[in-house]
């Protein structure tokens, strides 16, 4: 409350709810700064869709990504950051655009992965997770997956 409370003192002892444009966040919290999903963080832990932040909005992200979150609400949160399409499924389109976010690269920066080779790791990630055979992952399949693998709770993770 206190790194919130400092963004400006004013603004929040006149409203308390006041929500704070993201670049302010980022500027206070730059624990987010560099994150290649920043984007998705602010649209789903935005409460009003605004893409600003409450500080009960900065407190779901806080406890999302604490190591005392339960394994099962990190996956949800991370299912809706990583669903970019905002389809309720994790496609191939969506695992490619992953990988460019993951390897740096932009539409303006030259790609490292070519589109031939990004569907290729899309298909090969699809073939050995989905389990509905729906053609992407759903929640309950990505919650399934993400509690057999034990490096996502303390990767999904950050310190303020």
Same mark, same amino acid.
């Given at each position: 409350?206190?790194?919130?409370?400092?963004?400006?003192?004013?603004?929040?002892?006149?409203?308390?709810?006041?929500?704070?444009?993201?670049?302010?966040?980022?500027?206070?919290?730059?624990?987010?700064?560099?994150?290649?999903?920043?984007?998705?963080?602010?649209?789903?832990?935005?409460?009003?869709?605004?893409?600003?932040?409450?500080?009960?909005?900065?407190?779901?992200?806080?406890?999302?990504?604490?190591?005392?979150?339960?394994?099962?609400?990190? &996956?949800?949160?991370?299912?809706?950051?990583?669903? #970019? $399409?905002?389809? !309720?499924? @994790?496609?191939?389109?969506?695992?490619?655009? =992953?990988?460019?976010?993951?390897?740096?690269?932009?539409?303006?920066?030259?790609?490292?992965?070519?589109?031939?080779?990004?569907?290729?790791? &899309?298909?090969?990630?699809?073939?050995?997770?989905? #389990? $509905?055979?729906? !053609?992407? @992952?759903?929640?309950?399949?990505?919650?399934? =997956?993400?509690?057999?693998?034990?490096?996502?709770?303390?990767?999904?993770?950050?310190?303020?």
């Amino acid at each position: 409350m206190k790194k919130f409370y400092s963004i400006d003192p004013n603004k929040i002892q006149n409203n308390y709810h006041h929500r704070f444009e993201k670049d302010l966040i980022i500027k206070k919290f730059d624990v987010l700064q560099n994150n290649p999903f920043q984007d998705r963080i602010f649209h789903v832990f935005s409460s009003k869709n605004d893409d600003c932040f409450s500080f009960e909005d900065l407190l779901d992200l806080c406890s999302a990504m604490s190591a005392d979150c339960p394994t099962e609400v990190k &996956a949800a949160w991370a299912f809706r950051i990583f669903d #970019l $399409d905002g389809d !309720g499924q @994790i496609s191939s389109g969506d695992i490619s655009e =992953i990988l460019d976010r993951l390897t740096g690269c932009s539409k303006d920066r030259f790609y490292r992965l070519d589109a031939e080779s990004k569907t290729k790791i &899309a298909n090969v990630i699809l073939d050995e997770i989905k #389990l $509905d055979n729906t !053609g992407g @992952i759903g929640l309950n399949e990505f919650k399934i =997956i993400m509690s057999r693998i034990p490096e996502f709770h303390s990767s999904f993770y950050f310190r303020v």
